[in-house]
């Protein structure tokens, strides 16, 4: 089916809208009825499109793909649109780790450390050849190296505030990380200056709008979006010249998780926003699905504090009491879990960390989940009795773990930082697997463009972050991601 006999079907079933009447040729024939299907604004429950907003370029989402996506575009003095479903600007970005993965940014060379994005991505290929993740390398490249530019952009020119690399370079922790101003859980520190900035320099914000509709003229460009006002419930038309869809992923659309990814639809979803929706309006535009089938990221339901072990010392425990992971990798954790079915698992951690470099955070979960949380221990024999688990295997693994710590070396799981003893007083919270950051999304170009099946360009429409497939799996990717969809309506505005 070509794209114009698919828009015929996507108008006709109202999931593509027209905007002044019908689809070039497809207006109804001497017999056709004014209520014909054929027309886009005929469709029964649909109103007809009428434009109440015009804007160069319209983003759709406002976490932080979509307000890097903002960055280019308003500084070449385009009139910047975003849009969100929610309430409040940023949907799940502020509430996300923080953890960002930038090598040679400015503060990191102010710091000493040595790192250039170039040689990193040329260290990363061979991951991604051996996970077979090989197709457009141009833009994995792009997404990979653009992450530094994001930081130093974000600190030198909107006032992003990242947390002193002096606070951790010298106790183990990676130096190719950066962290918002308070450490771990403090995105607020980062996206609000960006917010307010992209506001100072005359983008715009509009929300409670979900997008619905994307809005075609008669020869099936797209050139807007319909969306419904969730607090006035009512319809808004914008009409746009470029349009970029930055709506995250969709691992809390059940339905959608239980026909891509089935191995994962018992579990629960870590956040409630990921829908998928710019996924099926990208869908019914004609575009076109790659790598839906690959599993998402799990995290704990306490996900700050999976991230804890990059930054200090703390052993995890299934409800057995025995270690069964290295404590340095985020999503090992939840991912071990699931696939041995142990339900949950525990991290144990003593005062290095609450007075590590993450004090601020560590001290804001055990404040938060203290219903998850047990001790100050003195001895693991009450901490064992506070966790229920058998005391004896949890001495045991405190034994071994010890062991290899004296050797120097974690033969047993392969734990590279960190590797330190713990000392009481003990504590220990409790944690769960939940779904995270979907990697399957849309077939697009080099420059972010959507395409369909064949790798045709769709008109005027962009995807970034989670919508795409390449977007990486936390947030400095998905910024970058955005920064590439922004610098390509530049340039297609220029034209």
């Known amino acids: ?3 114009r006999n698919f828009l015929k079907a996507a108008v006709a079933s109202g999931a593509v809208l027209v905007a002044g009447g019908a689809l070039a040729g497809c207006a109804p024939t001497g017999g056709g009825s004014a209520g014909s299907s054929s027309e886009g604004d005929s469709v029964v429950g649909t109103s007809p499109v009428s434009f109440t907003e015009e804007t160069d370029v319209l983003i759709l989402g406002t976490g932080i793909a979509g307000m890097s996506a903002a960055m280019d575009p308003v500084e070449a003095g385009h009139k910047v649109m975003l849009a969100d479903k929610l309430d409040r600007v940023g949907g799940e970005s502020f509430i996300a780790c923080g953890v960002m993965n930038v090598s040679g940014s400015k503060m990191q060379k102010d710091a000493g450390i040595p790192g250039d994005p170039e040689e990193k991505w040329q260290a990363y290929l061979p991951v991604l050849e051996k996970k077979g993740e090989t197709d457009d390398m141009d833009y994995k490249h792009n997404v990979y190296v653009y992450q530094t530019e994001w930081a130093d952009r974000v600190a030198a020119d909107y006032g992003g505030v990242f947390q002193p690399l002096e606070a951790y370079k010298d106790t183990g922790a990676p130096t190719s990380m950066l962290l918002p101003e308070h450490g771990i859980g403090d995105m607020t520190t980062v996206l609000t200056p960006l917010q307010k900035g992209l506001e100072a320099k005359g983008a715009t914000y509009k929300l409670n709008l979900r997008a619905t509709n994307f809005i075609v003229d008669k020869d099936g460009t797209p050139v807007g979006v319909r969306f419904h006002d969730e607090k006035n419930d009512r319809n808004v038309d914008v009409k746009a010249s470029k349009i970029i869809v930055a709506t995250g992923g969709f691992s809390c659309n059940q339905e959608m998780v239980s026909t891509f990814v089935p191995s994962q639809a018992r579990l629960g979803p870590l956040t409630v926003y990921s829908m998928g929706e710019g996924h099926q309006m990208c869908k019914a535009l004609g575009g076109s699905y790659m790598h839906m089938d690959m599993e998402a990221n799990l995290m704990s339901d306490l996900a700050q504090v999976t991230v804890w072990g990059y930054f200090g010392p703390n052993v995890q425990v299934t409800p057995q009491g025995k270690r069964f992971i290295k404590e340095d990798q985020s999503h090992d954790s939840p991912d071990a879990c699931h696939k041995g079915g142990f339900g949950y698992w525990w991290t144990i951690f003593d005062n290095q960390l609450i007075t590590g470099s993450q004090a601020w955070n560590v001290e804001l ?3 938060n989940n203290a219903d998850r949380l047990v001790g100050p221990c003195d001895t693991l024999d009450d901490l064992a009795a506070a966790m229920d688990v058998p005391a004896d295997a949890l001495k045991a693994t405190f034994e071994s773990y010890d062991a290899q710590v004296a050797a120097g070396e974690d033969k047993e799981f392969g734990k590279k930082l960190f590797l330190q003893s713990l000392a009481a007083p003990y504590y220990a919270m409790k ?26 360009p769709i008109p005027n429409v962009y995807c ?5 497939a390449d977007s990486g799996s936390d947030l400095s990717p998905n910024a970058a991601s955005g920064l590439i969809s922004g610098k390509a309506v530049v340039e297609a505005l220029k034209a």
Not at 433 to 440: A, D, E, N, S, W
Not at 464 to 468: H, L, Q
Request: one cysteine or more; a positive charge.
């Open 431 to 456: 944690h769960f697997p939940y779904r995270y950051k979907t990697h399957g999304g849309m077939k697009i170009t080099t420059d972010s463009q959507l395409t369909d099946k064949d790798g045709t």
């Open 365 to 367: 979960n055990m404040k």
């Open 1 to 3: 089916m070509n794209r």
């Open 464 to 468: 970034c972050g989670s919508t795409v």
